[in-house]
């Protein structure tokens, strides 16, 4: 019986192991600043869902001026909750993901970005867009007080 | 030359310093005649001076330095080196005893108070240093207390009446501990005609740390000067002596502080001061005082409100960031796009090979 049990929470510690081999690698992740500039690639849709640590993400280009590179093909399914800077120059997408809840942040920073929208479907005029800088979605985030009150900061 | 008559005398007395103390006690001259005015310009009564400055930089030799020039004033003196160490090791009476015991027991009882001299090095915790200088009634005026630490706010705490920083060694200072170290020989005896530019880069990359300059000695002296700042960039991998003395200071923080360290070496360096601030207080870390206790231990300075931090330290930093894992992409702080790439790329676009079909179509 005892053989029986220890073998079993092997088996279970095994599994166990084995998920967080699989899961866990991104988990421990705080920060990501990534220098896009020679760079060329497809993101994955989910590729930020396990990240749920991440406090700072940067996504910049030393070398400005050229074409965006970094793409998706589908839309980016989730943004960790936890994060409290999201710089992200030349963002591709229309908008942020549906679920994305923008509590944390402290700081957004999206120059150059295509966005339209908002996280939970606020419109955003594109004029404004093509300024592309964030005082302007500020001014029209402020209509919405609920979201207002989750920045301490936008920078511009 | 137009020298005074009063510098020529002090540059033979530094250059003779220099000839009996040749690799060791590099630059310390002109920092004990800085010592020696701070400490003058003190009232009459018991004077006391901190030394302050990061690991390896000179504190323990300036102290010796200044204990060997000054100890003949004073009617008793002792230098007391990693006074955490044996106060932890022997406690306060041995101490007492073993430093100060024949003085104790023969004059001082009798007599009443002296002039004292006492040094103590690296001190860590400001209340043994305290329970030590108490125990004396001897201070007489004109005694002098010296204690060095890489920590400001000891000093602050031991309640001296004065701060000296101790800075780094300049480019000539460099030039002579790099080849007093790697040939033996006195660098002013060789021609004038090569250039400092490499020492230049080489005190810019150290901070004018000579405990760093001694350990890179090797690697520096073979360097071209135009393929050095390429290859200092590059340097990823401190000497272990040099993680050891940084990595005490590191873990006397705590973790809201170790994340605030680490997070300005890798990523925060030059930037606005108020900013980073800002998003140190959205973590939730208390930057307002946090990063206070880091620029008293010397590990970050605020330059016109912006983020410092010495080359050296930062590269620490970034080896402490690293070395909790051994798997590079079980990382806390990601910024080399090698690792990130992989993370974050679609695998079935990159299978099916129609990355680039797809990528021109998007």
Redesign the interface.
């Known amino acids: 019986m005892l053989y029986n049990l220890s073998y079993k929470n092997l088996i279970l510690s095994m599994i166990y192991w084995t998920i967080l081999c699989f899961q866990g690698?991104?988990e421990?992740?705080?920060?990501?600043?990534?220098?896009?500039s020679?760079?060329?690639?497809?993101?994955?849709?989910d590729?930020f869902k396990s990240m749920h640590n991440l406090?700072?993400l940067?996504i910049y280009s030393s070398n400005p001026g050229k074409h965006q590179r970094i793409?998706?093909?589908e839309a980016l399914q989730s943004l960790p909750n936890e994060l409290?800077?999201l710089h992200w120059e030349d963002y591709p997408l229309q908008s942020l993901p549906q679920h994305f809840d923008p509590t944390?942040?402290?700081?957004l920073n999206m120059p150059y970005s295509k966005l339209q929208k908002l996280w939970g479907g606020t419109k955003v005029n594109k004029l404004d867009i093509c300024s592309y800088f964030c005082s302007i979605i500020f001014e029209y985030i402020k209509q919405f007080s609920v979201i207002s009150s989750c920045f301490?900061?936008l920078?511009c | 030359m137009d020298y005074g008559a009063c510098e020529l005398v002090e540059d033979i007395a530094r250059d003779m310093y220099e000839k009996i103390f040749p690799t060791k006690r590099i630059g310390i001259y002109r920092k004990m005649l800085k010592l020696e005015k701070i400490v003058y310009k003190q009232l009459w009564g018991i004077r006391s001076i901190g030394i302050w400055g990061m690991p390896g930089i000179g504190k323990t030799t300036l102290a010796e330095a200044a204990f060997d020039q000054f100890s003949g004033d004073y009617e008793a003196s002792c230098i007391i080196k990693d006074f955490d160490k044996e106060f932890l090791a022997k406690g306060l009476y041995h101490l007492w005893n073993e430093y100060l015991g024949e003085n104790i027991n023969n004059s001082f009882i009798k007599s009443g108070q002296k002039r004292l001299l006492i040094v103590l090095d690296n001190v860590l915790k400001p209340l043994d240093a305290d329970a030590f200088l108490n125990g004396f009634d001897w201070f007489g005026p004109g005694s002098l207390i010296i204690i060095t630490s890489r920590d400001k706010q000891v000093l602050v705490q031991c309640g001296v009446n004065q701060i000296y920083e101790v800075e780094g060694l300049n480019k000539d200072e460099a030039k002579q501990l790099l080849h007093g170290c790697a040939f033996g020989i006195d660098w002013r005896k060789q021609s004038g005609l090569e250039t400092l530019a490499p020492y230049y880069i080489s005190v810019k990359y150290f901070s004018g740390n000579p405990l760093a300059l001694s350990l890179y000695e090797e690697m520096l002296s073979h360097m071209k000067s135009d393929k050095m700042e390429v290859k200092l960039l590059k340097l990823n991998h401190p000497p272990p002596q040099i993680m050891e003395v940084f990595k005490s200071n590191y873990n006397a923080l705590n973790e809201n502080e170790k994340?605030m360290f680490l997070?300005i070496a890798?990523?925060f360096r030059g930037e606005k001061a108020d900013?980073v601030m800002?998003?140190f207080?959205?973590?939730g870390f208390f930057p307002h005082v946090g990063i206070y206790v880091l620029v008293d231990k010397c590990l970050v300075t605020i330059v016109k409100r912006k983020m410092e931090m010495h080359n050296l330290i930062q590269i620490v930093g970034k080896a402490i960031s690293n070395e909790g894992?051994v798997?590079l992409?079980?990382?806390?702080?990601?910024?080399d796009?090698s690792i990130?790439?992989p993370?974050?790329?679609?695998?079935?676009?990159?299978l099916k090979g129609e990355?680039k079909v797809?990528?021109e179509k998007?």
């Open positions: 690698t991104t421990d992740i705080e920060v990501i600043f990534l220098d896009m020679n760079l060329k690639f497809f993101v994955k849709p590729a406090r700072f940067k793409r998706f093909r409290r800077l944390h942040l402290v700081e301490r900061t920078r | 994340s997070d890798c990523f900013y800002q998003l207080e959205g973590c894992t798997e992409d079980r990382h806390v702080r990601l910024w796009t990130i790439q993370l974050l790329e679609d695998e079935e676009t990159k990355s797809c990528y998007c």
